[in-house]
């Protein structure tokens, strides 16, 4: 099993292969793939050394997975190179999300569509992977109509640079990169990505929109605020949902609890319940504060929490390479 990854260097990439290393992934050979200016440089992987190369010379090699985490136009560009080539790409990019022709995949929601002829496969966006690994059982369970998420995202989401900022800010650092438009420690950012012609911004219009398209049920209404705060460790949620059919919260909680993917922390005499810094390097989804909505029928709160660079993007990307091997779709 030959694996490619494409943005070996970048802040994914790091741990994608991180993530190969500890879910032990059954790979015989691996390829690494920077920008030019990285090429022949060394990673260490599982104790040896391995040289980055050029996007051409992967192609040549006819990887069986590529795992992209380069940006939009690299994936534009490169992708179909490879999958022209015979290679399955699962991409992390926004590049092939909304394609109609591509899937759109979270493991455990809807990895039963791939098939062999999938040769491009999107990974979500890393706020909407953790909203729907708890979505979709309660969906299923009581028939979600409408949802209400504002979220509280980590610098790690915008990348090194962002993180450089927030960490040169707390020294007092003035004259130092800027990630963003304003200071981000001591702050929060009610903006992620541009804003659309509608007045959201990018990524609260791809919340709505890959909800619908990963649950394959349009008829969720979904209405999203996104917010970047100066933490690490991982994306938290407080999304409301409303149900056509009533529920008991016990049952409901037991049912999350049940879920694969989901830790249940929601033990409010003890004050317990997830946050970031010990979301940062697990692959669960955490789920706490689980309480009915006294102000709507059928509705009920959670709070959702995820490492966003793991389970919001690496490890999303490695279970979906795990699935296609064990289902011999590559």
């Known amino acids: ?9 970048g802040l994914v990439g790091t741990v994608m292969l991180k993530v190969l290393e500890e879910r032990n992934f059954p790979l015989t050979e691996l390829i690494l793939v920077a920008s030019e200016k990285s090429v022949g440089k060394e990673i260490t ?18 990887p069986d997975i590529a795992l992209f985490s380069a940006g939009g136009s690299t994936s534009l560009a490169h992708a179909p190179r490879f999958a022209e080539a015979g290679t399955t790409v699962i991409d992390n990019s926004s590049a092939w999300r909304m394609d109609p022709s591509k899937k759109l995949v979270v493991p455990e929601v809807n990895a039963h569509e791939l098939s062999l002829d999938d040769k491009i496969i999107a ?6 992977i953790q909203m729907v690994v708890a979505l979709k059982p309660l969906h299923d369970k009581y028939k979600i109509k409408r949802v209400v998420v504002s979220t509280y995202q980590s610098v790690t989401g915008t990348g ?14 003035t004259d130092g990169p800027m990630a963003y438009a304003y200071p981000i420690d001591l702050n929060v ?3 992620i990505d541009v804003f659309e012609e509608n007045g959201y911004t990018k990524e609260e219009m791809k919340m709505i929109n890959e909800t619908r398209k990963i649950m394959s049920d349009d008829s969720i209404r979904l209405t999203a605020t996104t917010v970047r705060i100066p933490v690490m460790g991982g994306h938290s949620e407080s999304v409301n949902i409303e ?8 049952e409901l909680r037991e049912l999350l609890a049940n879920t694969p993917g989901i830790v249940v922390v929601d033990d409010i005499a003890n004050l317990k319940y997830p946050m970031p810094k010990d979301a940062h390097e ?11 909505d006294e102000s709507m029928p059928n509705s009920v709160n ?9 389970k919001g993007a690496a490890t999303n990307a490695v279970q979906i390479a795990e699935y296609l091997v064990s289902k011999e779709l590559v």
């Open 123 to 128: 990974n979500p966006n890393c706020s909407t």
């Open 243 to 250: 149900f056509e059919n009533d529920f008991d919260v016990i």
């Open 282 to 292: 697990k692959d669960e989804v955490f789920v706490g504060r689980i309480r009915r």
């Open 189 to 191: 950012i009610p903006q």
């Open 1 to 9: 099993m030959k694996i490619a990854v494409v943005g070996a260097t």
């Open 160 to 173: 090194v640079k962002a993180v450089e900022q927030m960490m040169n800010e707390r020294k007092g650092i």
């Open 302 to 310: 959670l709070w959702i929490v995820a490492d966003n660079l793991r």
């Open 45 to 62: 992987f599982k104790g040896k050394k391995h040289a980055i190369v050029s996007m051409d010379t992967a192609i040549s090699m006819r």
